[in-house]
Structure formats: C-alpha cells, structure tokens
C-alpha cells in the first residue's frame, strides 16, 4: 500500500497569504493519479485537482498543483477567508489511499 | 445535474450489520465507477473500495477485504454499501462518491451517512 504522508499538519495563515501544501508518497507514483480535496467541517469533501495540477472543474486559478514522482504540492497563491480548511491528496496509483490531511487555519 | 443521494443516519449494536444506500441521478449510473470513503469522528478519509456500476465487479480495500460487501441495483440507479461485524471503532460518516473516468478524481460525492455504534 502507498502511504501519502502530508506535511505540515497545521498551517497558520492570514488572508492574502500564500499556502503551500506537502504531499510525499511511500514510493513513486503516476502523476495522473495524484488529485487533492478540500474539506470543509460537515462538508463532503471537494475535488480540486486531478492528474497533480489539473484543476478541477469550477475551481478558482488561485489553487495550483504541481509534483511528480514521489513529491507534489499544492499551492493557494493568495487565500481567501473560504479557503480556511481541510485539504487531503490521494492516489489511486496502485489501491487508492488519502493522506492524513493538513488544516489551514486563519492566524 | 449530478446527485449522489445516501440514506439516513444509522445506530446499530456492536455485531450488528448496516446497509447504506447510493442513489444516483443526473448521469448515466452504469458510466462510471462508485468509491465508498469513511471518515471517523475528527479523522481523515479512509477509503474502502470500489464497484464497477456496469459489471458488478469489486475492488476492496485490504482492510475491509472480510466485512464490506458492495452492490448495486441498475434499475434503482443506486449502490449499496453492507458492513458487518461492527465494532465502535466502525463509527465513522460514510460517504459514496462517484470517479470520473477521465481525471481518476472522484468527482462527486454523496451527502454522507453517519452510522454510530454503540451498545
């Protein structure tokens, strides 16, 4: 099983700041089956990006990913006070498994 | 447009067994697969496996190889997701979501069924 270990675990960020998220998977992965989700509390997660840096459908340019390999980041180039949540990246590479998640939270 | 619409909360007694539905609309319910993720109180997703809507066929994740079974009725355009043996560690909001075939993202997800073990 690949696990995707996410760092940090908690990111303390004001908005208009930039956010970069880790993602580092257990062994090297297809690029096309790395995607990331946003996770609001009671919420169904969300997907952002699919195939490491393909946005998503209806997802704003501010929210990029990119990476290859073993090592992928998203990135949220200014954040905006709907940003504040819970985001997981997942492959599905070999099984599908879901990082641990990292929390943005508001400063 | 698309819509993944699960049935209600659950509390069941540990041993006990659910049975959570899928019900979808606003696409074709045989063009692509359905994932089945949990997430426990406070915790991160933990995926469980998927169907193969037009088949039948099913993938399991390693943990869940003994005690989830997954179906589906083409008629209803619903999926089910049985769990048996439960333990209060099962406690968890279950959701369905659908993959897009295209991107591998899963694109769409059900509302979530919380089901609470506890005797």
């Known amino acids: 099983e690949i696990v995707l270990t996410q760092s940090p675990g908690t990111l303390s960020l004001s908005p208009g700041e930039r956010a970069t998220l880790s993602c580092r998977a257990s062994?090297?992965?297809?690029?096309?089956?790395l995607a990331w989700y946003q996770q609001k509390p009671g919420q169904a997660p969300r997907l952002l990006i699919y195939?490491?840096?393909s946005r998503a459908t209806g997802i704003p340019d501010r929210f990029s990913g990119s990476g290859s390999g073993t090592d992928f980041t998203l990135t949220i180039s200014r954040l905006e006070a709907e940003d504040f949540a819970v985001y997981y990246c997942?492959?599905?590479?070999?099984?599908?498994?879901f990082g641990g998640g990292t929390k943005v939270e508001i400063k | 447009q698309v819509q993944l619409v699960q049935s209600g909360t659950e509390v069941k007694k540990p041993g006990a067994s659910v049975k959570v539905s899928c019900r979808a609309s606003?696409?074709?319910?045989?063009?692509?697969?359905l994932h089945w993720v949990r997430q426990a109180p406070g915790q991160g997703l933990e995926w469980m496996g998927w169907?193969?809507?037009?088949?039948?066929?099913?993938n399991y994740a390693q943990k869940f190889q003994d005690g989830v079974t997954m179906t589906r009725d083409t008629s209803r355009s619903t999926a089910y997701m049985e769990l048996t043996s439960l333990r209060s560690d099962d406690t968890a909001v279950y959701y369905c979501?659908?993959?897009?075939?295209?991107?591998?993202?899963?694109?769409?997800w059900g509302q979530g069924t919380l089901v609470t073990v506890s005797s």
């Open positions: 997942q492959q599905y590479g070999s099984g599908l498994t």
């Open positions: 062994q090297s992965i297809g690029s096309r089956y």
């Open positions: 195939a490491a840096s």
């Open positions: 979501a659908r993959e897009d075939g295209d991107s591998f993202g899963l694109d769409f």
């Open positions: 606003g696409y074709t319910f045989t063009a692509n697969y």
């Open positions: 169907i193969n809507t037009e088949s039948g066929g099913t």
